[in-house]
């Protein structure tokens, strides 16, 4: 005997009446995109011999046309079909359902444009001030070279036209000298003319070929520094554009624009990962299966590496986690190498080089807490607004401060000057953590309340604890924590 369906089962009916519309939809779409891109790829191609001229190519775009109009009635066939097998209250469900659907994909459409707009603007200014840096740069360099070059050439030219002035000056002395005693002796000794005459002309012929060699010797010292400074002003225009260059490198490195599909790509990755165990492993599995194809940016590998210790967090066998963490390791130092001023490549970098130290020695361990620690800082640097780089440094301090007495023996036998920090940067990074991001986890109040504790602030212990205690607990909270709950569940008398 049928039995009428009731509204529970309308509405899952229509739900998967809807859920199959989709899977149409995003099938046709995703045919039509392929046969699309293929159209675009034989009309890149050089046409063949057949479809040389107008005609081929119009025959072409016929072939084509008519196989997206054939896909396309096929589609709407195939809606039509599911369609009719519902009542009339089914259907207007299903319109309403089509409709928010087309509504969100609209608005997520635009909000990527948004995106992508805002991304190349920022590029843009970023460009925009480098170069105005650039220029500012040059001008300061070229005014300080010409004031020196201008105070250089004015004395130089100066002493040179002072001994020039001077040995004219002597030897007009010596000409009106010649002079004067060419004129007493014409009046005293009339017969002796011929000899005073040839006494005159030797001191002149010596004036003039002073002044010759002065002159000489001007010429050449401005001629040399002409060359000089010719060869200076290449120099200079070398160099510039050699910074130039470094520059439009390190912005190249700094500023990545990604593609509209990789922008998306990226997008859904972030929202994934903000989700539950659930949802961060279907992102995991995204990015996986798009690696080969955007493996190059430096962008979709850091956030593959975040997807491993997403991955590392979220399963319970021990060598799952080992080959998490050092899988998610090699795809952040590969980001690094990309790009090594980001801060998420740092901070990912360092984050699971501390889950694979896990596995390590005790040697090995101390070399890790090295390089976390100096990539935690470098993370800092770059960008000092991010919770989770404090909370990790202050684990950092936390666990250096607390070492036993063999760690730090073997510490002071690896390094010259072994790493050394006290609770009270510990708590001092923690509580930076807290003030960036109130609430940011819970595990950052349970280790000030710690810190707190082993200080001797049994009041304020307290009272970060019961903070700590307010806030919902996480699945993913690691043995650590638990412990964290065990010891200070004492001072609120809550049973763990």
């Avoid at 859904?268 to 659930?278: E, F, N, P, V, Y």
């Amino acid at each position: 005997m049928n039995t009428p369906l009731g509204r529970n089962g309308l509405i899952g009916l229509a739900v998967g009446a809807t859920a199959g519309l989709g899977l149409i939809a995003f099938i046709i779409y995703k045919e039509v995109s392929k046969r699309r891109s293929q159209k675009l790829a034989m009309e890149a191609r050089p046409a063949p011999r057949l479809l040389d001229g107008p005609d081929g190519a119009a025959l072409l775009g016929k072939t084509l046309d008519a196989q997206e109009m054939e896909a396309e009635q096929q589609a709407l066939a195939a809606v039509e079909a599911v369609v009719q097998g519902l009542s009339p209250e089914q259907q207007l469900e299903l319109r309403n359902q089509l409709d928010q659907v087309l509504t969100c994909v609209g608005s997520l459409r635009s909000e990527v444009a948004e995106l992508r707009g805002g991304l190349q603007d920022i590029a843009l200014q970023i460009i925009q001030d480098v170069k105005k840096g650039v220029e500012d740069s040059q001008r300061v360099r070229r005014r300080r070279h010409v004031v020196h070059r201008e105070r250089t050439d004015s004395n130089s030219s100066s002493s040179v036209y002072f001994t020039a002035s001077q040995g004219m000056a002597s030897a007009y002395e010596e000409t009106s000298e010649g002079g004067y005693s060419t004129a007493y002796a014409e009046s005293d000794y009339t017969d002796r003319d011929t000899d005073k005459e040839e006494g005159e002309r030797e001191p002149e012929q010596e004036s003039e070929e002073e002044e010759d060699k002065s002159c000489a010797t001007v010429l050449t010292i401005r001629q040399e520094d002409s060359q000089e400074e010719e060869v200076e002003e290449r120099g200079l225009e070398e160099e510039e554009e050699d910074e130039e260059e470094d520059n439009v490198r390190r912005l190249q490195l700094v500023t990545e624009v990604p593609s509209g599909e990789l922008a998306l790509l990226l997008a859904q990755s972030d929202i994934l990962h903000t989700g539950d165990a659930s949802l961060k492993a279907e992102g995991f599995r995204l990015l996986l299966d798009n690696r080969a194809e955007y493996g190059d940016s430096r962008e979709f590998l850091w956030r593959l590496a975040r997807a491993y210790s997403d991955m590392y967090e979220s399963t319970e066998d021990k060598q799952e986690k080992k080959t998490f963490a050092q899988q998610g390791r090699e795809e952040a130092e590969l980001a690094l190498k990309k790009n090594g001023l980001n801060a998420e490549c740092h901070k990912w970098f360092a984050v699971l080089t501390g889950l694979t130290s896990q596995y390590e020695s005790m040697h090995d361990k101390l070399k890790s807490s090295h390089i976390l620690k100096e990539h935690l800082d470098r993370a800092i640097a770059l960008r000092d607004d991010d919770p989770m780089c404090f909370y990790l440094l202050g684990r950092w301090c936390y666990e250096v401060a607390t070492l036993d007495w063999l760690e730090k023996k073997a510490a002071a036998a690896l390094y010259q000057s072994p790493p050394a920090s006290t609770l009270h940067d510990a708590l001092e990074n923690f509580l930076k953590a807290e003030e960036l991001s109130p609430g940011f986890s819970r595990t950052v109040r349970l280790y000030i309340a710690k810190c707190h504790k082993e200080l001797g602030n049994v009041s304020e212990a307290t009272n970060w604890a019961e903070l700590a205690f307010k806030m919902p607990t996480n699945a993913d909270d690691d043995d650590e924590t638990r412990k964290l709950e065990a010891q200070l569940g004492v001072l609120t008398d809550r049973k763990i």
